[in-house]
Structures are given as C-alpha cells and as structure tokens.
C-alpha cells in the first residue's frame, strides 16, 4: 500500500458481448488457471440455457439469482488474541 496516496478504486470492465460488468465479474470468478475464454464459454452457455428454459432475460434471472445467494448481513472479521 502506498504511503503518499491512497489507491484508485478499479471498477471492472464489461464483457464483450452483454456489455455488462456483472458478467465479467462472476467470469473472473469462475476463472481457471488463467483460461478466461474457457470461462467465457461456460458462462455464455450457462447464459443460453437460461434463455431457453425460462423464456426470461437470462441477465435478470442471473442478477436475481446471485442477489439471493449473497448474505443479507455483512460479517466483520474481528481479531482474537
């Protein structure tokens, strides 16, 4: 961490085909051994099941779906000892 400022927020960068920055995220997350195109392929397949199996927006389905997973309360570390 540097002393003299602090750094810059980075915002992530949107995916090439939805244009959104929630996919990119949840590619990085699944990310494996540095293969993003291997992580772009599932995650647009994923997408496209989405698509045909609900006949909804497979991004709103997809917000929805990671809004329900994430916890509600936000846990603090303490430190013990």
Not at 23 to 44: C, D, E, F, H, Q
């Amino acid at each position: 961490m540097s002393r003299r400022s602090t750094a810059e927020k980075k915002t992530a960068k949107s995916d090439p085909i939805y244009h959104n920055r929630l996919v990119n995220m949840v590619v990085n997350r699944i990310l494996k051994n540095g293969k993003k195109s291997l992580a772009y392929r599932i995650l647009y397949r994923a997408i496209k099941n989405i698509q045909q199996k609900t006949e909804k927006n497979p991004l709103s389905v997809l917000r929805q779906a990671i809004r329900r997973v994430t916890p509600n309360v936000t846990v603090k570390a303490r430190r013990v000892g």
